[in-house]
């Protein structure tokens, strides 16, 4: 199994690879539970000894290696984690370890315990919306029964989409069969697969921001939450915190004009830049472009590459923006507000201190600042951000490789820039 599936890899890091069989797919899900279970058993690392239970993954499950020759046999893990910064003590891993365990130990998150934080999930839990009351209000909507139907099976959870017939028990691919990601669920067909995301672009609804990046329905409502939040933290920065018309904004924000998030022009003597992202699961290539305007709307530069060996999405996301700055540099952009669709990233540069595991996002990210004279972070949806993910995608749907900067928009896409240099000036 390892000589057709992993030659190169260890079991934890395998891929599906391109024809696997039945039996492949059934251990890989089993891994992921595994893997659940492996961050899980660590826990606080309060019951955890470190140098007598086997903790480690590397191959099979080992406890790590000594570096110093004497050593507490009752060490605990809980006592390698720094509880201010919620995460490993540095000092304390490179005192007891080799290198490259602690490679290896960085791997896993370690659980800082808050006191109330039994009780903060019980109130996140109670919060949860419930989507009865929607599933309600489709009966009465004046359209075809067909269509209800329809749109109670979407909120049941009652389509024939590979999740769901895959948890019933059927053999069949995972794959959606448009895009050929993993785990086509209702959520991908309707609204995350590229097909789908072009066809809500084209019809000129704008799609809800944000919401559709998760699996479930009940899932992109707390995520909209989120996003709200993000919005207002943005919104105060830009203000400087003034507090006649704050209000108001915030109350726009929380309402139902998120529905109309147009893209927005940057202040004046800024220059905007939006960058795109697409991943592609199946060999593991990311598609990135940046869209450079100016305060009028007028496209002033747009750029695209592929990035090959990306293992996720997250990964692409933070991959593409590096790339960004990196060309705004190069470009001399003194000003920049960068658009990002990925909300998590966008509240680890407003606040990283708040969001010590991604410590490491922020400070490759920081590094960068002081080539700036100023620059800003804003969070984009899927609608205003259209432009340039349709660039991004090139790469993945259409396996355009080469890499490229050019003036102006690319030709393909004049309508749809000209329409949001006209809508983003009322
Ligand atoms: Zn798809």
């Known amino acids: 199994m390892k000589s057709r599936y992993f030659p190169y890899s260890d079991f934890l890091n395998a891929t599906l690879g391109a024809r696997p069989s039945y039996a492949w797919r ?104 419930s989507l009865n009351p929607v599933k309600a209000q489709v009966w009465d909507l004046q359209t075809d029964p067909k ?46 697969c590229s097909w789908a995301r072009q066809v ?31 919005q207002v933290v943005e919104e105060e920065d ?54 450079l305007r100016d305060y009028e709307g007028n496209v002033v530069l747009h750029s695209r590459c592929a990035l090959v060996s990306v293992m996720d999405k997250k990964d692409a996301q933070f991959k593409a923006l590096i790339w960004a700055i990196e060309s705004m540099k190069s470009h001399r952009v003194e000003k920049v507000v960068f658009g990002l669709e990925d909300a998590c990233l966008v509240k680890v540069l407003a606040k990283p201190s708040v969001w010590p595991s991604f410590r490491f996002q922020s400070m490759e990210v920081g590094r960068l600042r002081g080539s700036f004279r100023d620059w800003k972070f804003f969070l984009e949806n899927s609608f205003s951000n259209r432009g340039a993910f349709f660039i991004a995608q090139s790469v993945t749907s259409d396996c355009r490789l080469q890499s490229y900067v050019d003036r102006g928009h690319p030709s393909w896409l004049r309508g749809l820039f000209a329409e949001e240099m006209v809508s983003s000036s009322v």
């Open 26 to 129: 059934s251990i890989l899900h089993g891994r992921e539970l595994l893997v659940q279970g492996l961050v899980k058993n660590i826990g606080n690392g309060k019951s955890f000894k470190v140098w007598i239970d086997a903790w480690l993954e590397d191959g099979l499950m080992r406890p790590p290696w000594r570096r110093n020759n004497y050593f507490n046999p009752d060490l605990r893990i809980s006592e390698l984690i720094d509880r201010d910064k919620r995460d490993w003590d540095e000092e304390a891993l490179e005192y007891h370890f080799l290198p490259a365990d602690i490679i290896r130990i960085k791997k896993i998150k370690p659980v800082v315990e808050t006191l109330s934080s039994n009780q903060t999930t019980r109130e996140e839990a109670n919060r949860l919306p």
């Open 147 to 192: 269509i209800k139907v329809f749109l109670w099976k979407i909120l049941s959870g009652a389509l024939p989409v590979a999740t769901a017939l895959i948890s019933r028990g059927m053999r069949t691919d995972n794959l959606c069969q448009i895009c050929g990601e993993e785990d086509e669920s209702i959520n991908h067909v309707l609204f995350t």
């Open 200 to 230: 809500w672009a084209l019809s000129g609804i704008p799609s809800p921001v944000e919401g559709f990046q998760n699996e479930t329905v009940q899932k992109s409502c707390e995520d909209w939450k989120e996003w709200a939040e993000a």
């Open 238 to 291: 830009e203000n400087g915190g003034s507090s006649d018309d704050q209000p108001r904004r915030v109350s726009q924000n929380c309402g139902t004009d998120h529905l109309l998030k147009r893209w927005k022009r940057p202040p004046k003597e800024w220059l905007k830049c939006n960058v795109g992202v697409s991943w592609s699961s199946r060999n593991r290539l990311a598609g990135a472009s940046w869209v």
